[in-house]
Protein backbone atom coordinates (compact mmCIF):
# COMPACT_ATOMS: atom_id res chain seq x y z
CA UNK A 1 0.00 0.00 0.00
CA UNK A 2 1.02 3.64 0.10
CA UNK A 3 3.32 5.04 2.69
CA UNK A 4 4.87 8.29 3.45
CA UNK A 5 8.15 9.07 5.34
CA UNK A 6 8.42 12.67 7.04
CA UNK A 7 11.11 14.51 8.31
CA UNK A 8 11.79 13.61 12.34
CA UNK A 9 11.24 16.60 14.82
CA UNK A 10 11.39 18.72 16.60
CA UNK A 11 12.39 21.01 14.07
CA UNK A 12 13.53 24.34 16.02
CA UNK A 13 14.32 27.59 14.26
CA UNK A 14 14.49 31.34 15.34
CA UNK A 15 12.16 33.50 13.36
CA UNK A 16 12.71 34.63 9.59
CA UNK A 17 15.02 31.47 8.81
CA UNK A 18 14.08 29.00 6.21
CA UNK A 19 12.10 26.09 6.68
CA UNK A 20 12.31 22.54 4.90
CA UNK A 21 10.91 19.72 6.15
CA UNK A 22 11.14 16.52 3.81
CA UNK A 23 8.74 14.29 2.77
CA UNK A 24 8.74 11.14 0.42
CA UNK A 25 6.41 8.66 -0.42
CA UNK A 26 5.34 5.38 -2.08
CA UNK A 27 2.07 4.70 -4.10
CA UNK A 28 0.29 3.25 -6.69
CA UNK A 29 -0.33 5.32 -9.50
CA UNK A 30 -0.21 9.37 -9.19
CA UNK A 31 -1.97 10.34 -6.08
CA UNK A 32 -2.74 14.08 -4.66
CA UNK A 33 -0.32 15.08 -2.00
CA UNK A 34 -0.86 17.34 0.93
CA UNK A 35 0.20 19.39 3.74
CA UNK A 36 -2.13 19.42 6.56
CA UNK A 37 -0.80 21.05 9.80
CA UNK A 38 -1.93 21.01 13.53
CA UNK A 39 -1.37 24.14 15.79
CA UNK A 40 -1.25 24.14 19.59
CA UNK A 41 -4.28 21.83 20.89
CA UNK A 42 -6.36 22.65 17.63
CA UNK A 43 -7.51 20.42 14.78
CA UNK A 44 -5.75 19.33 11.13
CA UNK A 45 -5.95 21.82 8.75
CA UNK A 46 -5.37 21.45 4.90
CA UNK A 47 -2.12 23.65 4.35
CA UNK A 48 -2.02 22.88 0.68
CA UNK A 49 -2.21 20.33 -1.79
CA UNK A 50 -1.01 19.05 -5.42
CA UNK A 51 -2.98 17.15 -7.34
CA UNK A 52 -0.50 15.93 -10.54
CA UNK A 53 3.51 15.70 -10.78
CA UNK A 54 5.25 19.02 -11.18
CA UNK A 55 2.23 20.85 -10.04
CA UNK A 56 3.26 23.31 -6.78
CA UNK A 57 0.85 24.01 -3.66
CA UNK A 58 1.24 27.27 -2.06
CA UNK A 59 -0.55 28.88 0.92
CA UNK A 60 0.45 31.24 3.60
CA UNK A 61 4.02 31.58 2.20
CA UNK A 62 4.48 27.72 2.31
CA UNK A 63 5.15 25.91 -0.98
CA UNK A 64 5.80 22.23 -1.99
CA UNK A 65 6.28 20.77 -5.30
CA UNK A 66 5.18 17.49 -5.95
CA UNK A 67 8.32 15.93 -7.62
CA UNK A 68 7.44 12.11 -9.08
CA UNK A 69 11.32 11.46 -10.36
CA UNK A 70 12.42 11.79 -6.43
CA UNK A 71 8.63 10.56 -4.74
CA UNK A 72 9.10 13.63 -2.43
CA UNK A 73 7.01 16.38 -1.46
CA UNK A 74 9.10 18.84 0.78
CA UNK A 75 7.75 21.64 2.42
CA UNK A 76 9.27 25.21 2.37
CA UNK A 77 8.74 28.35 3.83
CA UNK A 78 11.19 31.37 3.35
CA UNK A 79 10.93 33.18 6.53
CA UNK A 80 9.03 31.28 9.58
CA UNK A 81 7.06 33.19 12.09
CA UNK A 82 6.53 32.69 15.48
CA UNK A 83 2.65 31.52 14.48
CA UNK A 84 4.00 28.89 11.96
CA UNK A 85 4.98 26.72 15.48
CA UNK A 86 2.87 24.09 14.77
CA UNK A 87 2.67 19.88 13.66
CA UNK A 88 3.14 19.70 10.18
CA UNK A 89 2.03 16.02 8.57
CA UNK A 90 2.34 15.18 4.85
CA UNK A 91 -0.35 12.72 3.63
CA UNK A 92 -1.26 11.07 0.70
CA UNK A 93 -5.01 9.43 -0.32
CA UNK A 94 -4.85 5.30 -1.22
CA UNK A 95 -7.61 5.22 -3.49
CA UNK A 96 -7.32 1.10 -3.71
CA UNK A 97 -8.90 1.40 0.06
CA UNK A 98 -11.51 3.55 0.05
CA UNK A 99 -9.55 7.04 -0.46
CA UNK A 100 -8.01 6.89 3.44
CA UNK A 101 -5.37 9.26 3.86
CA UNK A 102 -2.25 7.61 4.63
CA UNK A 103 -0.08 10.30 6.98
CA UNK A 104 3.73 10.63 7.72
CA UNK A 105 4.28 10.58 11.33
CA UNK A 106 4.23 14.49 11.84
CA UNK A 107 7.50 17.33 12.10
CA UNK A 108 6.73 19.79 15.18
CA UNK A 109 8.23 22.71 14.56
CA UNK A 110 9.08 25.39 16.55
CA UNK A 111 10.16 28.82 16.21
CA UNK A 112 11.94 31.30 18.38
CA UNK A 113 11.57 34.75 18.61
CA UNK B 1 -20.61 28.65 9.74
CA UNK B 2 -18.08 25.75 10.86
CA UNK B 3 -17.94 23.07 8.11
CA UNK B 4 -16.96 19.85 10.09
CA UNK B 5 -18.01 20.22 13.84
CA UNK B 6 -17.57 17.84 16.25
CA UNK B 7 -19.22 17.36 19.75
CA UNK B 8 -17.65 17.15 22.46
CA UNK B 9 -14.35 18.87 22.52
CA UNK B 10 -13.29 17.11 25.36
CA UNK B 11 -14.35 14.04 27.49
CA UNK B 12 -13.33 12.78 30.46
CA UNK B 13 -14.36 9.63 31.37
CA UNK B 14 -13.79 6.82 33.68
CA UNK B 15 -12.96 2.77 32.46
CA UNK B 16 -15.37 0.88 31.50
CA UNK B 17 -17.94 3.55 30.36
CA UNK B 18 -19.68 4.13 26.94
CA UNK B 19 -19.81 7.25 25.09
CA UNK B 20 -20.52 8.81 22.13
CA UNK B 21 -18.92 11.18 19.62
CA UNK B 22 -21.03 13.37 17.41
CA UNK B 23 -19.86 14.66 13.91
CA UNK B 24 -21.58 17.04 11.55
CA UNK B 25 -20.60 18.36 8.42
CA UNK B 26 -22.50 21.26 6.06
CA UNK B 27 -20.02 20.88 2.85
CA UNK B 28 -22.41 18.97 1.25
CA UNK B 29 -20.16 15.93 0.99
CA UNK B 30 -21.19 12.59 0.79
CA UNK B 31 -17.98 10.88 2.77
CA UNK B 32 -17.31 11.21 6.30
CA UNK B 33 -14.30 9.56 8.21
CA UNK B 34 -13.01 8.77 11.61
CA UNK B 35 -9.38 9.08 12.27
CA UNK B 36 -8.05 8.42 15.57
CA UNK B 37 -4.65 10.43 16.82
CA UNK B 38 -2.84 8.72 19.67
CA UNK B 39 0.13 10.37 22.60
CA UNK B 40 2.90 10.66 19.42
CA UNK B 41 0.70 12.24 16.92
CA UNK B 42 0.58 9.75 15.31
CA UNK B 43 -2.73 9.33 12.80
CA UNK B 44 -4.83 6.49 11.51
CA UNK B 45 -7.92 5.57 10.03
CA UNK B 46 -10.49 3.70 11.87
CA UNK B 47 -13.73 4.10 9.40
CA UNK B 48 -15.31 5.57 6.59
CA UNK B 49 -18.84 5.76 5.15
CA UNK B 50 -19.91 6.73 1.83
CA UNK B 51 -23.77 7.62 1.58
CA UNK B 52 -24.07 5.80 4.62
CA UNK B 53 -22.83 2.68 3.98
CA UNK B 54 -19.42 1.91 6.11
CA UNK B 55 -16.57 1.57 2.92
CA UNK B 56 -13.71 1.39 5.28
CA UNK B 57 -13.60 -0.52 8.26
CA UNK B 58 -10.06 -0.90 10.09
CA UNK B 59 -8.81 -3.35 12.46
CA UNK B 60 -10.12 -1.51 15.07
CA UNK B 61 -11.91 -3.23 18.44
CA UNK B 62 -15.65 -4.20 18.25
CA UNK B 63 -16.42 -1.64 20.96
CA UNK B 64 -15.99 1.06 18.27
CA UNK B 65 -19.25 1.16 16.40
CA UNK B 66 -19.90 4.03 13.89
CA UNK B 67 -22.86 5.41 12.75
CA UNK B 68 -24.01 7.71 9.92
CA UNK B 69 -28.05 8.52 10.17
CA UNK B 70 -27.68 10.67 6.97
CA UNK B 71 -24.68 12.13 4.51
CA UNK B 72 -23.70 15.11 6.91
CA UNK B 73 -24.03 12.87 10.20
CA UNK B 74 -21.08 10.59 11.64
CA UNK B 75 -21.24 8.97 14.99
CA UNK B 76 -18.83 7.23 16.82
CA UNK B 77 -19.98 5.21 19.72
CA UNK B 78 -17.10 3.16 22.40
CA UNK B 79 -18.10 0.08 24.71
CA UNK B 80 -16.82 -0.25 27.39
CA UNK B 81 -13.66 2.43 27.67
CA UNK B 82 -10.03 1.41 28.59
CA UNK B 83 -7.43 3.45 28.89
CA UNK B 84 -5.76 2.65 25.28
CA UNK B 85 -8.70 4.57 23.97
CA UNK B 86 -7.59 7.81 25.21
CA UNK B 87 -6.57 9.32 22.31
CA UNK B 88 -7.39 12.70 19.90
CA UNK B 89 -10.65 11.34 17.19
CA UNK B 90 -11.10 13.58 14.70
CA UNK B 91 -13.69 13.17 12.11
CA UNK B 92 -13.18 14.43 8.17
CA UNK B 93 -15.85 14.65 5.22
CA UNK B 94 -15.04 15.10 1.46
CA UNK B 95 -17.00 14.85 -1.69
CA UNK B 96 -15.80 10.94 -2.72
CA UNK B 97 -13.23 9.36 -2.13
CA UNK B 98 -10.60 10.85 -4.50
CA UNK B 99 -11.09 14.78 -3.10
CA UNK B 100 -9.82 16.71 -0.70
CA UNK B 101 -10.31 15.67 2.88
CA UNK B 102 -11.62 18.44 5.39
CA UNK B 103 -11.07 17.74 9.26
CA UNK B 104 -12.95 18.85 12.68
CA UNK B 105 -11.55 20.63 15.42
CA UNK B 106 -11.08 17.03 16.97
CA UNK B 107 -12.77 15.20 20.54
CA UNK B 108 -9.78 14.93 23.12
CA UNK B 109 -11.11 11.57 24.91
CA UNK B 110 -8.89 10.99 28.50
CA UNK B 111 -9.93 7.71 29.89
CA UNK B 112 -9.19 7.12 34.09
Known amino acids: GNSVTQMEGPVTLSEEAFLTINCTYTATGYPSLFWYVQYPGEGLQLLLKATKADDKGSNKGFEATYRKETTSFHLEKGSVQVSDSAVYFC????????????FGQGTELSVKP | DTAVSQTPKYLVTQMGNDKSIKCEQN?????MYWYKQDSKKFLKIMFS???????INETVPNRFSPKSPDKAHLNLHINSLELGDSAVYFC???????????FGPGTRLLVL
Open chain 2, 27 to 31: LGHDT
Open chain 2, 49 to 55: YNNKELI
Open chain 2, 92 to 102: ASSQGGKKTQY
Open chain 1, 91 to 102: ALPDYNQGGKLI
